[in-house]
């Protein structure tokens, strides 16, 4: 073992651990509240790749003692239980092997982040508003499906049912890097309610999917922040109409990249409870901030890549649902699926997993792993 390239690259690891276990415990780390977090998930990150190692070794010895045992054993049983364990265990290997170099490239710092989804009817008017509300309900079921908490912070109406727009929060473990993949354009194939002869439209709608901004991610001077308080619309009988709970901050932020000041309009009526409404306002407010300050870095990834799967071009059309031929195709990864109704109930994993493994080969390739 002492010249697998893939154990040399490992080599320091061990002490790097050990040096990230003592910081974690310091004090003085843990009241800098930016550097502890950082520093945790380092450790949660070396921890993985040090379980990974211990696999991959525990593989490797177990080969090396089976090409003992079938060099020195005479007794037929114990070779074959050795040579039974060495297939086992080779069998094994090229996974282990391919899950450490995963492991060994930076993770997206944003992937372990919750998310905030905001869906938008395109092209297509009414069409587009419905089928905007049909992508909210289906990412709605999926979230529930992965034991995440939804919670919907704006919302305008379609005329003839739907959203123009609705933006929600998802939370739990992982969101942001599961969610990165819905981002941009999706087109929808079928014939709308309104239509009288029958005939199949096409139109569209907008995902945008932003990862959620710590206190810490972003500066904020909040003495700066102008309030405004409304009454919020819609049902709620007489709660509605005499207390002004929701909620508008206008807040003016220069923008790092290009120099120009601009003023942020954010409205948040998602509780009756005005201090809520205001802290999920604030929090819409950092992860606007923290994705326009990083949309360089989202850029620089997009730049680099050949084919798109995660890079948040939400221009880009990513998929097409057609309902005639209960077909649903995913154009960056060339992925056709024929079970357009569960697709829609938020059954959408499978889709997800092809395209996290075609972004690990895109990085595995980059990375000359």
């Given at each position: 073992m002492t010249d697998n390239p893939l154990l040399s690259r490992l080599d320091g690891l061990d002490a790097r651990f050990d040096e990230v276990s003592t910081l974690i415990t310091d004090p003085n780390v843990i009241a800098d509240q930016k550097r502890y977090v950082k520093l945790t998930k380092?450790?949660?990150?070396?921890?993985?790749?040090l379980d990974a190692t211990a696999h991959y070794r525990s593989l490797l010895n177990v080969i090396e003692e089976s090409k003992q045992i079938l060099s020195d054993e005479d007794d037929e049983e114990m070779r074959l239980m050795a040579k039974e364990e060495m297939e086992s265990a080779s069998?094994?290997?090229?996974?282990a092997e391919e899950n450490i170099k995963l492991l060994l490239i930076p993770a997206d710092p944003d992937d372990a982040k919750n998310a905030i989804?905001?869906?938008?009817?395109?092209?297509?008017?009414?069409?587009?508003?419905?089928?905007?509300?049909?992508?909210?309900?289906?990412?709605?079921?999926?979230?529930?499906?992965?034991?995440?908490?939804?919670?919907?912070?704006?919302f305008s109406e379609g005329a003839a049912?739907?959203?123009?727009?609705?933006?929600?929060?998802?939370?739990?473990?992982?969101?942001?890097?599961?969610m990165k993949y819905e981002s941009g354009?999706?087109?929808?194939?079928?014939?709308?309610?309104?239509?009288t002869q029958g005939r199949v439209h096409t139109s569209a709608a907008t995902v945008a999917v932003l990862p959620e901004a710590e206190e810490f991610d972003v500066e904020i001077h909040e003495g700066e922040i102008k309030w405004d308080t409304f009454r919020s619309g819609g049902a709620g009988g007489q709660n509605v109409n005499k207390v002004e709970s929701g909620v508008r901050l206008r807040y003016n932020?220069?923008?790092p990249n290009t120099g120009v000041v601009e003023e942020i309009l954010i409205e948040c009526t998602e509780t009756r409870d005005q201090p809520?409404?205001?802290?999920?306002?604030?929090?819409?407010?950092?992860?606007?901030?923290?994705?326009?300050?990083?949309q360089k870095y989202l850029d620089d990834i997009a730049s680099k890549r050949k084919t798109m799967v995660s890079t948040g071009d939400r221009s880009a059309k990513i998929r097409t649902y057609n309902f005639p031929q209960g077909r649903m195709t995913d154009h960056r990864i060339n992925y056709t699926e024929y079970n357009l109704t569960a697709f829609m109930n938020g059954e959408i994993q499978e889709c997800i997993d092809r395209l996290t493994v075609a972004e690990n080969a895109e990085k595995l390739k980059e990375a000359e792993l």
């Open positions: 380092e450790y949660r990150d070396l921890q993985k790749i069998a094994e290997i090229p996974k989804v905001e869906i938008r009817g395109g092209t297509g008017g009414d069409e587009a508003a419905l089928f905007a509300g049909d992508l909210f309900r289906m990412y709605q079921k999926y979230a529930e499906s992965k034991g995440w908490q939804v919670a919907v912070s704006s049912g739907g959203y123009k727009e609705i933006i929600m929060t998802l939370t739990g473990e992982g969101v942001y890097g599961t354009v999706h087109r929808v194939q079928r014939v709308p309610v309104t239509e932020w220069k923008n809520k409404n205001k802290e999920r306002a604030l929090s819409r407010l950092r992860s606007f901030i923290y994705n326009k300050e990083h």
